[in-house]
């Protein structure tokens, strides 16, 4: 079992910035790919960032040159530092990693508004 801690919502201006964190526990030595989803109200869950264990990302496009997802090994725990933040960023963002299972952090509200 995995469990997935995330913090670092909240609610923000348009252009500011969040860090988010996911600190994983648990059997974390089967851990591959994480990363972070998000879903805003009335939208399909999308995948915003992922990182694998050697360390190559991927980007959604509405995200790229914006955020920038990485990863401490040692502290087991995933960043996504969001800069440029625009309102069509408010959603709830989940972290994700992949191990025997996929398992999932309950989410944290990242609210974009002035």
């Known amino acids: 079992q995995v469990q997935l801690v995330e913090s670092g919502g909240g609610l923000v201006q348009p252009g500011g910035s969040l860090r988010l964190s996911c600190a994983a526990s648990?059997?974390?030595?089967?851990?591959?790919?994480m990363g972070w989803y998000r879903q805003a109200p009335g939208k399909q869950r999308e995948l915003v960032a992922r990182?694998?264990?050697?360390?190559?990302?991927a980007y959604a496009d509405s995200v790229k040159g914006r955020f920038t997802i990485s990863r401490d090994n040692a502290k087991n725990t995933v960043y996504l530092q969001m800069n440029s933040l625009k309102p069509e960023d408010t959603a709830v963002y989940s972290c994700?990693?992949?191990?025997?299972?996929?398992?999932w952090g309950q989410g944290t509200q990242v609210t974009v508004s002035s």
């Open positions: 994700y990693a992949d191990s025997r299972s996929q398992y």
């Open positions: 990182i694998d264990s050697g360390g190559n990302t």
């Open positions: 648990g059997v974390i030595f089967l851990i591959g790919r």
